[in-house]
């Protein structure tokens, strides 16, 4: 339920206004240009909106869902986007130190791709090899550290 709403939150807007700016195309092709250019701001403003919603509004969805016991997507993720906006700091530390392991990564993985090139075929399969566990790793770790921050921090109600 939770992953068809944020896919509906972001094709139904784009589905709308596609749909208006076609009807107005109908009518005239000025119009229609005119219309198309500003909802291309508009939803682009709701893109970054958008985006905005789902990297700090959604940031401990995860453990919202594990802790609590409805079955409402829509209120969960009501849920989760109260607590961001109340401990703001929290999530963008939070989301910040997540954000700084997964560039990291980038990093190592690099390094570990540019010897790949040299050892051909043999490299590149051990390179990714190594990609694998570390991201497997990483990503182990940082749900249990997203799951910790959220659970050992004493929110603002």
């Given at each position: 339920k939770f992953s068809l709403l944020i896919i509906l939150a972001f094709f139904l807007p784009l589905l709308i206004l596609s749909i208006i700016v076609l009807l107005f195309f109908f009518v005239s092709k000025t119009l229609g240009i005119i219309f198309a250019f500003i909802?291309?701001?508009?939803?682009?403003?709701?893109?970054?909106?958008?985006?905005?919603?789902?990297?700090?509004?959604?940031?401990?969805?995860?453990?919202?869902?594990?802790?609590?016991?409805?079955?409402?997507?829509?209120?969960?993720?009501?849920?989760?986007?109260?607590?961001?906006?109340?401990?703001?700091?929290?999530?963008?530390?939070?989301?910040?130190?997540?954000?700084?392991?997964?560039?990291?990564?980038?990093?190592?993985?690099?390094?570990?791709?540019?010897?790949?090139?040299?050892?051909?075929?043999?490299?590149?399969?051990?390179s990714t090899i190594i990609f694998m566990i570390l991201s497997f790793l990483l990503s182990v770790y940082l749900s249990v550290f997203l799951f910790n921050s959220y659970f050992n921090y004493k929110p603002k109600k």
């Open positions: 909802f291309g701001v508009v939803f682009i403003i709701y893109l970054i909106v958008y985006f905005l919603f789902i990297v700090f509004g959604l940031f401990f969805i995860q453990p919202i869902i594990s802790e609590n016991k409805s079955s409402s997507a829509v209120a969960l993720i009501k849920q989760s986007f109260v607590f961001s906006k109340n401990n703001f700091i929290h999530v963008l530390i939070t989301w910040a130190i997540t954000f700084g392991f997964s560039i990291v990564l980038q990093i190592i993985t690099k390094l570990i791709s540019l010897p790949a090139v040299l050892f051909g075929i043999s490299g590149i399969i051990i």
